[in-house]
Structures are given as C-alpha cells and as structure tokens.
C-alpha cells in the first residue's frame, strides 16, 4: 500500500473524475437541481478562465447554514415567507462558498502517497484531485474512498474485524415529531452532517442528515417553507402504525441503517455501501441508538 499514489486510487475508483460543476454566478436553486438530479451532495464552483480552474466548493452544509438562519424563524406573512424564499433561490452560489466553515478545499497531487489522501479525507469529506500540470481533474470524496477500501480488503484486511464498540463515537438524536428545520439547525450548531431520529420511548426510526434537504420544494419559489416546517416523521414518512402503513402505502419506506456492539468494522463498511449512506447508528437490543460510526470514523482506522 505504502507505494500506491493518488492517481493509482483515482484509476481503481473507476469513477467519472471529469465531475460536474458549476459557476460562480449560477443561482442556488440551479445547484440543488444539479446536486439532486445526479445524487452528490457537493459541486466545485468553476472559474470563468475555464473548467479546469476553480473558485472552490459549494456543498449540502453551506446551504443547510443559509436556511438554518435564513428560515429559523417564519413568517406570519406569506408575502414576507415568499420574498425569503425567492432571495434563496436565485442568490448566486459565490454568496455561500463554505459559509458552513466546513467546506475546507483541500487538495492532493497525482503523484502524492496515498496516506496523504487517507489522512485528509480521515477529517474532510473530500479532496480536490491535480494532474501532473496542475489542474484541476475532480473530487475523491469519503464514500468513493470506502468503496475503494472494500475494494481493496487485501491491503486493508487486518482491521476489518474489529468490533464495532471499540470505534463508536456518542450520538446526537432528535424526535420525529420535531420541525425539520429545528433538525437542520441541530445540523448546523452541533457541526455534525445527521441526526438519529427516535419515537416518543428512544427507538430508533430514521435518520435525517444534510442531504435531506434536497427532498424540499424550491420550485415553485415558497413550497421550501412548508417542507421544513413540518414534523419530521411526516418529511421522511416514518411509519409507526397500522394506520401509517395503511396511508403510506404507495411511499418508500424509510428505515434506519443500524449495526449493534457486536458487528465488524467490515459490516458497516458494507452496509454504508450497500445503502449509500454515510453513517450507521449502533443500537442496543430495544432498538435505541447508543453511538454512531460515519465514513470519516472508518477512514480514520485505516489512517
């Protein structure tokens, strides 16, 4: 492994490197498309000298952090909501470059070791990737790196049967019956990406994280406003009973992805992988969340 550069990871991702952008100018709303459409939660904002240039990265959490403080409060007053939501989604993206102050760019060589990439992306959530001339070619992002990590297990395999209660980090949870803004909130002060989401006796129902944020309306301009604020387990469609499953029928099911102290490093690797998320709670057996290992943790054990 000690001999492997990024580039060698960038050919064994077997990924799209040329990843989709965009600038400096275009709105908000035009990113949340884009981020949804193509199931990421970051762009790289562009440069007008040309695509291989950049002025950085607009990520889920600088929107979360506009709407966080933007939309804490509503108002009474549809035209006052109306006009809120409009500055919203046409604000240029350059205004929100990295307001969440977690958007560090960082970025890696061609030719840098690999344990320059484990080390960074152990506490970032991606890294920016240069050629040989310097320029700019994409992202390697947490999940891509997992992915490689699994890929890989003969390089790695040493640390993939490590209990899972010895990795754990405490969890942060919320109720379904919550406002979804008071979750993105939560988001934003506690400077976590999601949230464990419990009934009324700690069980674990859901998990609502950053990226929810693109199950809101922008279009028409003022539907955002009524999404988050509804109670949570109406936005994620949390069924709790016979007369939920009943008015749900027709909806995807949303179901926690959880481990418990006893499961492997390498189970929640597949897990993480198998769902495409970023985080799995580890539960005890009445089904409530005792601690929580996201994609940064695991990287950290291979760092």
Not at 62 to 79: G, M, N, Q, R, Y
Not at 197 to 220: C, Q, R, Y
Request: aromatic share 8%.
């Amino acid at each position: 492994m000690n001999t492997l550069t990024v580039k060698d990871v960038a050919a064994q991702c077997g990924v799209e490197w040329l990843v989709r952008g965009i600038y400096a100018e275009q709105s908000v709303a035009e990113a949340i498309d884009i981020m949804r459409n193509h199931c990421i939660i970051s762009l790289p904002v562009l440069s007008e000298k040309g695509p291989s240039h950049f002025d950085g990265i607009i990520d889920v959490l600088d929107l979360i952090t506009f709407c966080s403080t933007k939309f804490s409060t509503v108002s009474l007053l549809a035209e006052e909501s109306y006009r809120q939501m409009e500055e919203f989604a046409t604000k240029p993206v350059k205004d929100l470059l990295d307001i969440s102050g977690r958007n560090k760019w960082v970025a890696v060589s061609y030719k840098d070791p690999i344990s320059k990439l484990l080390q960074l992306l152990s506490t970032t959530h991606r890294v920016a990737v240069l050629d040989e001339e310097n320029n700019f070619v994409g992202l390697i992002t947490q999940s891509k790196f997992v992915d490689f990590i699994w890929k890989n297990q003969g390089m790695f395999k040493q640390h993939f049967n490590q209990k899972v209660i010895n990795l754990q980090k405490p969890v942060e949870t919320i109720n379904m019956k919550v406002f979804v803004i008071e979750a993105f909130k939560q988001i934003w002060e506690k400077e976590i990406s999601g949230l464990a989401v419990l009934n009324d006796e700690g069980k674990l129902m859901a998990n609502i994280s950053a990226s929810d944020l693109f199950k809101t309306h922008v279009k028409p301009i003022g539907e955002m406003i009524h999404d988050l604020y509804q109670p949570i387990k109406s936005f994620l469609n949390i069924r709790t009973d016979v007369k939920d499953k009943i008015m749900m029928a027709d909806l995807p099911e949303c179901v926690p992805i959880a481990v418990t102290a006893t499961d492997t490093l390498g189970s929640v690797i597949q897990k993480c992988l198998e769902n495409k998320v970023h985080r799995v709670f580890i539960q005890d057996d009445k089904s409530k969340p005792v601690g929580v290992i996201s994609l940064g943790d695991i990287i950290k054990q291979f760092a």
